[in-house]
């Protein structure tokens, strides 16, 4: 069974930084790719950030260079760190996986991925 926990959304200002965190057993397969989306009220959700399982790494144009993603797999977790965050960033966010070779892209996230977590909120004040 694939399980994902989201947690450390929380309400922060403009220009700050935050990082949630994922909990998953999607690890112990060898084909996975994990995946952070995101979903704004009246908004389709989006992919930001993938890892596939050869350490390759994507961005969504809007958050590069200020999003990270990262996994620890001895504690079965990865992470999103988000700095200089926006109103923007606003949104519920979402851990997913897939298990594919070669992993989906950061673009089809929200139609390629099938296990998904429950989310949490990330609130940005300008």
């Not at 958050?63 to 760190?81: G, H, P, W």
């Not at 989906?104 to 099938?114: G, K, L, Q």
Request: aromatic share 10%; glycine share 8%.
């Amino acid at each position: 069974q694939v399980q994902l926990v989201e947690s450390g959304g929380d309400s922060v200002q403009s220009g700050g930084s935050l990082r949630l965190s994922c909990k998953t057993t999607a690890y112990t397969y060898s084909a996975y790719c994990v995946a952070w989306a995101r979903q704004a009220p009246g908004k389709e959700r989006e992919g930001v950030a993938q890892l596939g399982h050869d350490g390759s790494v994507t961005y969504a144009e809007s958050v590069k260079d200020r999003f990270t993603i990262l996994s620890d797999k001895a504690n079965m977790t990865m992470y999103l760190e988000m700095n200089d965050l926006k109103s923007e960033d606003t949104a519920m966010y979402f851990c997913a996986a897939a298990f594919a070779k070669p992993c989906p892209t950061v673009h089809t996230v929200n139609s390629e991925y099938h296990y998904w977590g429950q989310g949490t909120q990330v609130t940005v004040s300008a």
